[in-house]
């Protein structure tokens, strides 16, 4: 049988007490560090092209990477040229193409505001398939998402009406005042995804 002693048994409380105490306090800051970034996201953002991928080039990597012939052109070089596909596919049109973004956040729910008024509400909070974007067309279904942080990092996984998914992944830079997306898109008419960094400003 072991025996400790009184001194080594009153270290051992104090030593746990602290660890409880610890993270106790973490599990106070984490969520508040969390509302802090979702909060220093509330604004509207305007695109950074100079610093933007071009999504036209993306969709088009995007399409020849899985063996099909982009529709351009050497020489054509229209602005937006892939977008405005099937109905299904507008939210990927919103997330890798729209110049303005308008962010609201009250925790755990955001709501994303594009051209148009067209908007998502998504939820942090783990909840499932309770995010929504415009459901103005007769017969389809919703498109859907849903949020978590992770580290200093908003990531939104989205459900699109057409069976595919995309990954954004949100981060502030520049004192707050730029905020970066990385984005992999992947239609289900797709055979390889559609990898796109955008960048925006805040406007004053």
């Not at 989205?158 to 069976?163: E, K, L, M, N, Q």
Request: some cysteine; overall charge negative.
């Amino acid at each position: 049988m072991i025996f400790f002693s009184e001194s080594l048994c009153k270290s051992l409380t104090a030593l746990t007490q602290i660890l409880l105490l610890g993270i106790a306090i973490l599990s106070l800051t984490f969520p508040a560090a969390q509302e802090n970034m979702g909060s220093q996201m509330v604004g509207e953002w305007i695109i950074n092209d100079d610093l933007s991928d071009n999504t036209d080039d993306q969709v088009e990597e995007a399409i020849e990477a899985g063996g099909g012939d982009g529709g351009r052109g050497f020489f054509n070089r229209q602005e937006d040229f892939y977008r405005g596909g099937p109905p299904e596919h507008e939210l990927y049109d919103r997330i890798s193409y729209d110049d303005i973004l308008t962010i609201e956040y009250s925790a755990p729910e955001f709501r994303f505001i594009y051209e148009d008024n067209y908007f998502r509400i998504f939820h942090t909070d783990g909840r499932r398939r309770r995010t929504t974007a415009n459901d103005f067309f007769e017969g389809g279904g919703t498109d859907w998402s849903e949020g978590n942080f992770e580290n200093e990092a908003l990531v939104v996984e989205a459900r699109p009406r057409d069976g595919g998914f995309a990954t954004e992944i949100y981060t502030l830079e520049n004192d707050g005042n730029r905020l970066r997306i990385e984005m992999l898109i992947q239609p289900l008419s797709f055979r390889e995804p559609i990898e796109l960094v955008r960048y925006f400003d805040r406007v004053e």
